[in-house]
C-alpha cells in the first residue's frame, strides 16, 4: 500500500485539475470528512501550484499526505524538487508561526533523515506555511545542521517561489531520483512510547523495527515466541520462555507485540502484558489512552478519555494487580499467556512473605513471586505459557529475586512445564549459574538463541553505548575507552562539572520535540544545593507526556527522575548527574548512602549491586546521546567533600569522554 494519498511528477500535477488532484486525496484518505479538511486540501492544492508555476521549477514529484509511521502521522507535502527534498507543512488560515507547529514539521523531517533508507544522504528542508502571513523575506537564512538538515523554514504561501528558488541555488549536487526515492525502505527505531501506539494502532512490529544487518532482528525473536505459544496450545502442555536481551533491546516490544495479537478476551489465546515497572504501566496507559482518543476524532468519533483508559488496561496491566486477582479467585485466570516484563524484578520469598503478611493479611505465606505467578497460570487444565523478559543488570530494589528465582522454582514446582531459554541467561549480570546448573541436566530445557536481542536499539546512532556502559561499570579502562571510540562516531557524549553547562548542551543539540531531560540515582542526596532534590517524586506521565510548555515536563529540566521512573522508558538526550554515593577509588567502587546528616558506606554485596545497577540504568536511557555532570563538590561541606567526586570526574575524563567547555 502507498504511504502517501495523492503522487505525480510536477508537470502532471500542474496540468491536472485541482478538483482531480482533491478527489484522489480524499479517495485515500482516512480522515473524516470534514468541511474544514477539505477546504485545507484545496487551499495547499492552489498555493503550490501557484508557487510551483512562478519559480518554474525544474522536473520533480510532488507527495500529499505523506505518512509518518514512528510518529503516527501524516506530512501534508514532501516535494523532490533537484537535489532537495521539502517536507511541508500547512497551517491554512493561520496569521502566526507556533512551537508545536514548527516541531511537528521538523519531526517529519528527522524522522525521514533518521530511518529513512533513501532519505539518510539528503538535503532536507523542512517548511512550515501559515497562509495569513503576508510578509515575504526576500532573502530567508537556511540554517544547515551536521547531517544536511536545515532548521525549520517558517513562511508565508507568497514566500514560496523564494524559498525554491534560493534552496536550489544554494545546494547544489545530482537531482533526487524520486522513483528510487519513493521506493526506499522506512525502518524506523521508536521509543516504547511511539511503538506502543503503533501496535495499538495495529502496526505489525515488522514495521516498527530496525532490519539492518548489524542488529538482531525483532520480528525473528517476536515470531519464535508466538509459535511457542502455537505449539503450547496444539499440542495441550505447558511451557515457560525466556528472552534476554541488553538495555534497550526491544524487550518490552516483544512483549507488547505478542500480547497486541491476542486482545479478544473470548480467544483461548488471550493475552496479557504485565509488568511491575508502575511508572511504565501508567507512562503506556495514558500515551495509549489519549491516541486511541486522537484517532478517532480523526475519524470523526468521539471516544471518552475515560472509556480510552479502561480498554487499555485491558492490554497492559500491572503484575501486582494479576496477582492480587488471582489471590482473590483461585480458579484459573482468563489469560492462557502471560508476559513478563523485566521479570527479574519479581520479588524473592522473603519480599512476598512480608507483603503478604503485612498488607494481604496471609502470614506464613511460602511462595516467592515468580513461584505463585507461575502457579497461577498452571491452575489451566489443558495449557499456558508464561514468556519472561529478562534484562541484563537491571535489579535496582530490595527484594528483587532476579531471573535465579524463576528457574528454581521452575525446577522444584513445575516439572512438567517444557522450558525454552536464551543461552545468554549465562552471562554474569544474570547471577543465575546455580539454577543453570541444574536445568542443564534437563531435558525439556530448549537453548534457543534467537530468544536473546544482542543490539540495543534504542541507541538507535550507536549499538555500541550498553557495552560501553558496562565496560566503564566494569571499571575496564582499556576496553571501555576502545568501546568510547566506536561510541563517539554515533552517539555524542560529554563531560561536564557544572549543571547550566550540562542543560545548555541539551538544549543545543535537541531538535523537534526530541525530549531530554535529567536523571540522577534514588540515593543522589546531596545534589539538593544544585536544586535536585531525589526526595521531590515527579509524575512519569507529566515528565515522560507532557510537551515543552509544561513545567512539569523533562523539557523543563527542573524536576529530575531516578532510575525507578525511567527503568523501560527513553529518552532522545539526557543528563546524568553523579553524585557522591558511588565514587571510583582505585581499588574499586565505593557504594555509599546519605542517612540523616553524613554519609555511610554500603557493605551488604546485594545493596552494592542495586546502586551500581541503578547508575547502569541511567546510563542507558538516551537514545541519541548525552551528558554527564560530576560536580566540583564544597571544600566548606563535609557532605560534599571535593574528594568524593573528583577521582570519579578524573576518572571518566580519563576513558577520554570529551569535556565541554566552561562558558
Not at 387 to 398: D, R
Not at 483 to 498: D, K, M, N, Y
Not at 524 to 532: F, H, S, V
Amino acid at each position: 500500500m502507498d504511504r502517501w494519498g495523492y503522487a505525480a511528477t510536477i508537470d502532471v500535477f500542474l496540468s491536472e485539475p485541482a478538483e482531480q488532484v482533491f478527489g484522489k486525496i480524499t479517495t485515500q484518505s482516512t480522515f473524516a470528512d470534514l468541511l474544514s479538511q477539505k477546504t485545507a486540501w484545496l487551499a495547499e492544492i492552489e498555493v503550490l501550484r501557484s508557487a510551483l508555476r512562478a519559480s518554474a521549477m525544474p522536473s520533480g514529484k510532488i507527495f500529499f499526505e505523506y505518512t509518518i509511521p514512528r510518529l503516527g502521522g501524516r506530512a501534508d507535502v514532501i516535494l523532490v524538487l533537484g537535489p532537495v527534498l521539502f517536507v511541508i507543512e500547512f497551517k491554512v488560515g493561520a496569521d502566526r508561526f507556533d512551537r508545536a507547529a514548527m516541531d511537528q514539521v521538523w519531526d517529519y523531517a528527522l524522522d525521514l533523515k533518521n530511518f529513512h533508507e533513501t532519505s539518510h544522504e539528503l538535503t532536507i528542508v523542512p517548511v512550515l506555511v501559515a497562509t495569513q502571513v503576508s510578509a515575504a523575506p526576500a532573502i530567508l537564512e537556511l540554517r544547515i545542521d551536521r547531517d544536511r538538515l536545515v532548521r525549520p523554514v517558517c513562511m508565508g504561501s507568497d514566500a514560496l517561489v523564494n524559498l525554491f528558488q534560493q534552496a536550489l541555488a544554494f545546494f547544489t549536487g545530482t537531482p533526487i531520483d524520486a522513483q528510487d526515492w519513493q521506493t526506499g525502505r522506512y525502518r524506523p527505531t521508536p521509543t516504547i512510547v511511539e511503538a506502543a501506539r503503533a501496535l495499538y494502532a495495529g502496526h505489525d512490529v515488522g514495521d516498527i523495527s530496525r532490519s539492518d544487518a548489524g542488529a538482531e532482528n525483532l520480528a525473528v525473536t517476536s515470531q519464535r515466541v508466538a509459535q511457542i505459544i502455537a505449539q503450547a496450545r496444539s499440542e495441550q502442555h505447558k511451557a515457560i520462555c525466556f528472552v534476554t536481551g541488553v538495555p534497550g533491546a526491544g524487550k518490552t516490544l516483544v512483549g507488547l507485540d505478542i500480547a497486541n495479537r491476542h486482545t479478544d478476551a473470548g480467544s483461548d489465546l488471550y493475552s496479557v502484558y504485565l509488568s511491575g515497572n508502575g511508572p511504565l504501566v501508567k507512562v503506556l496507559h495514558e500515551a495509549l489512552a489519549q491516541d486511541h482518543v486522537h484517532r478517532a476524532g480523526e475519524r470523526g468519533q468521539t471516544i471518552r478519555i475515560g472509556e480510552a483508559r479502561s480498554k487499555v488496561k485491558q492490554f497492559i496491566q500491572n503484575v501486582h494487580h494479576f496477582r492480587d486477582d488471582c489471590l482473590t479467585d483461585t480458579g484459573p485466570p482468563i489469560e492462557h499467556v502471560a508476559l513478563f516484563d523485566e521479570a527479574q524484578r519479581a520479588w524473592n520469598l522473603a519480599q512476598t512473605a512480608h507483603f503478604m503478611a503485612r498488607k494481604k493479611n496471609l502470614p506464613g505465606f511460602a511462595q516467592s513471586e515468580p513461584e505463585f505467578l507461575m502457579s497461577c497460570l498452571d491452575r489451566h487444565a489443558d495449557w499456558a505459557v508464561v514468556v519472561c523478559l529478562v534484562g541484563s543488570g537491571q535489579e535496582i530494589n530490595t527484594g528483587e529475586a532476579g531471573i535465579g528465582e524463576w528457574l528454581a522454582a521452575l525446577e522444584r514446582s513445575f516439572p512438567t512445564w517444557r522450558v525454552h531459554l536464551s543461552p545468554r541467561l549465562r552471562e554474569v549480570e544474570f547471577h543465575a549459574d546455580a539454577a543453570l546448573d541444574a536445568l542443564a541436566r534437563d531435558r525439556r530445557a530448549r537453548w534457543e538463541p534467537c530468544l536473546h536481542l544482542a543490539t540495543s536499539v534504542r541507541s538507535f546512532r550507536s549499538e555500541r553505548v550498553s557495552e560501553f556502559v558496562n565496560l566503564l561499570l566494569a571499571r575496564d579502562e582499556e576496553a571501555a575507552r576502545a568501546s568510547l571510540i566506536e561510541v563517539l562516531r554515533g552517539f555524542p557524549i560529554r563531560l561536564t562539572r557544572h549543571l547550566p553547562i550540562a542543560r545548555q548542551w541539551l538544549r543545543e543539540q535537541a531538535r523537534g520535540s526530541e525530549r531530554y531531560g535529567m536523571v540522577v540515582s534514588s540515593r543522589a542526596q546531596r545534589l539538593k544545593p544544585l536544586a535536585i532534590d531525589v526526595r521531590v517524586a515527579v509524575d512519569p506521565v507529566h515528565w515522560f507526556l507532557k510537551g515543552k510548555d509544561d513545567v512539569r515536563s523533562a523539557y523543563y529540566l527542573e524536576d529530575v527522575a531516578t532510575e525507578f521512573q525511567v527503568q523501560g522508558l527513553e529518552l532522545d538526550w539526557s543528563c546524568v548527574v553523579w553524585d557522591g554515593d558511588l565514587r571510583f577509588r582505585p581499588t574499586g567502587w565505593e557504594h555509599h548512602s546519605f542517612e540523616g546528616n553524613r554519609w555511610k558506606r554500603v557493605r551488604d554485596p546485594m545493596r552494592q549491586r542495586y546502586l551500581l545497577n541503578a547508575y547502569r540504568v541511567l546510563l542507558t536511557r538516551a537514545r541519541q546521546g548525552m551528558v554527564i555532570v560530576v560536580p566540583e563538590g564544597a571544600p566548606d561541606d563535609p557532605t560534599r567533600d571535593c574528594a568524593y567526586y573528583d577521582p570519579t570526574f578524573e576518572w571518566l575524563s580519563g576513558l577520554e569522554i570529551p569535556v565541554l567547555p566552561a562558558r
